[in-house]
């Protein structure tokens, strides 16, 4: 806003005095950030609950006499906008303010915070806890308040939506032949594609989740309808686009049926093999740009979680370094962290009747597991891990990285297999110029992983020892992952079956002996674990009781 508006608004707001989506504060040098969370809920639930475009919380107006006083709160207007940062990483889901604008009043200095109202069905909670207002002051979330909020979910569903006008004809026929094999492989351990194939249309869209009462929804049109189709979605715009930027520019748009059009908007993506050159050997290795599962996990979960009420299309950008894939709606449960770390299961979704068929098409889990694995496949291929960014509250940004941030972040994880994912995570964060925890920092200088003094440091680099002869650089060398996959596939082809004790006593003798015995076990799990994603092997026995096999 003008000077002029935010006078003008400042006035208004005086006026009304306080309200549940109104608090006036004189705000001091030191007022705690804490405090200021709690309000950021407790303003935003209630103007979730009153309809209201946005709660204020006001700096440099006294409370009891309405007058202007001015506020002494992070002069530096940096220091001021990073408050931002600090209610997202805290608030749950993870949202911040919208504006944070200061006006210099002719009585002192006025900051007027905006909070945007709570997504529908989702109460905000400041560190685990949900606030609300009681007349003018500051309360827990009473229950009731809770439901109230939570129930509109229940109604709100937007993919639910019966589509009365829409017939089977509306349904594009290679995407249901696609659903159906991909209904197949979900249930193969109690289907067969032919009994799959032979259900009517109206019966597979029935398992397949699709449709309520026989009718269509608005989830079967968005993933199954013939381009056309997408009328019946007005007013979203059903479409998916890339865009490349850079030197060339070009770009695309993609409507239903979602099921085919992902994978087409993954074709589009420039993904070339690029080169590394693991420490402390000649011998490069060689990795695509980008893990095609990764780039469709990405996109499903922008299928799958996007807010369509707001009538945004999805959005995947492409640079010569990296994708960026934007849809609206906010991250609704935990941080995207936890799902890394913990293999977090999410307890609600926007739209869990989309959910559910896209779940029931083989296009994603309901536990969780995708993030994670996104952020695994980029640790096994050496690049920097996938970022989200939240500081929209109102949409999801994920970059997918195909290019080295830091060559001693790179060169670390092809010579140290052994990293806890927690520690990559934090280094990661290093090599980006994030902020880590003083308990990640004493870690990694534990571990000799990074240098330097916060908030400057850097991840270290990877001293490799001289070798003095031809037998010694064999010995120590670290082969890379092509190598040893042909030798286990090699072995599998030869034999059958194997189990886990029978691969370690072929391989850990043929592994680096820069690496020790832990290390060379932890290094064959990930080989193990890769191939499996790779689809090249498949584990036959138990999970406590592993019996490889060759994927045929």
């Not at 990074?450 to 001293?463: D, F, K, M, Y």
Request: glycine fraction near 6%; charged fraction near 30%; proline fraction near 5%.
């Amino acid at each position: 806003m003008t000077p002029d508006e935010l006078s003008v608004l400042l006035e208004r707001l005086i006026d009304d005095w306080e309200s549940e989506v109104v608090e006036f504060k004189e705000g001091g040098a030191g007022y705690s950030s804490d405090k200021i969370g709690r309000y950021f809920s407790a303003l935003s639930n209630e103007a979730n609950l009153r309809g209201a475009d946005a709660g204020w919380l006001i700096f440099g107006v006294r409370d009891k006499t309405r007058a202007v006083v001015g506020s002494a709160f992070r002069p530096e207007s940096e220091h001021l906008q990073s408050l931002k940062q600090q209610i997202a990483d805290s608030a749950d889901p993870q949202m911040t303010f919208r504006n944070i604008q200061v006006l210099d009043h002719p009585d002192g200095r006025v900051i007027l915070f905006e909070v945007p109202p709570a997504p529908r069905g989702i109460p905000i909670a400041w560190n685990g806890h949900y606030y609300a207002r009681n007349g003018e002051s500051l309360a827990s979330l009473s229950l009731d308040k809770l439901d109230a909020i939570r129930a509109q979910s229940r109604s709100t569903d937007w993919s639910a939506g019966i589509l009365p006008d829409a017939a089977l004809d509306d349904l594009d026929p290679d995407a249901l032949r696609a659903a159906r094999a991909a209904f197949a492989a979900r249930h193969a351990r109690r289907l067969t594609p032919d009994q799959v194939v032979g259900w009517s249309v109206a019966d597979f869209l029935l398992r397949a989740k699709l449709t309520v009462d026989g009718q269509l929804t608005r989830a079967a049109i968005l993933l199954l309808g013939r381009p056309e189709a997408a009328r019946y979605l007005s007013p979203l715009l059903a479409e998916i686009t890339w865009s490349l930027r850079g030197e060339e520019q070009a770009y695309e748009h993609f409507g239903p049926p979602f099921l085919l059009a992902t994978t087409r908007v993954y074709e589009r993506i420039r993904n070339v093999q690029v080169r590394m050159l693991p420490p402390g050997t000649l011998i490069q290795t060689e990795i695509a740009k980008y893990d095609r599962d990764s780039v469709l996990e990405g996109i499903h979960n922008c299928v799958a979680h996007s807010d369509y009420a707001s009538g945004a299309r999805i959005v995947l950008t492409e640079y010569v370094n990296r994708i960026v894939l934007e849809n609206d709606g906010s991250f609704i449960d935990g941080q995207p962290d936890d799902y890394v770390l913990d293999a977090r299961t999410p307890r609600r979704y926007r739209n869990p009747f989309l959910v559910a068929a896209m779940t029931e098409l083989n296009m994603i889990d309901r536990l969780g597991y995708g993030i994670r694995r996104m952020a695994q496949s980029q640790r096994d291929r050496y690049l920097p891990l996938p970022q989200y960014d939240l500081a929209d509250p109102g949409a999801v940004r994920l970059t997918i990285y195909g290019a080295v941030i830091d060559k001693n972040y790179s060169e670390l994880l092809m010579a140290r297999s052994d990293l806890a994912l927690v520690d990559v995570l934090a280094l990661d964060r290093v090599q980006k110029g994030l902020p880590i925890s003083e308990d990640a920092v004493r870690r990694l200088r534990r571990g000799k992983l990074v240098e330097g003094r916060r908030p400057h440091l850097h991840v270290s680099a990877v001293v490799a020892e001289a070798t003095h002869t031809k037998a010694d650089y064999i010995r120590t060398r670290a082969l890379d992952d092509e190598h040893y996959t042909k030798l286990v596939v090699d072995y599998l082809a030869k034999f059958g079956q194997a189990t886990r004790r029978e691969l370690d006593d072929f391989l850990l003798d043929k592994l680096s002996d820069a690496l020790d015995a832990k290390q060379k076990r932890v290094k064959i799990s990930n080989l193990l674990a890769k191939m499996k994603r790779s689809g090249l092997i498949e584990n036959a026995g138990s999970r406590t009781k592993p019996s490889w096999r060759r994927v045929e």
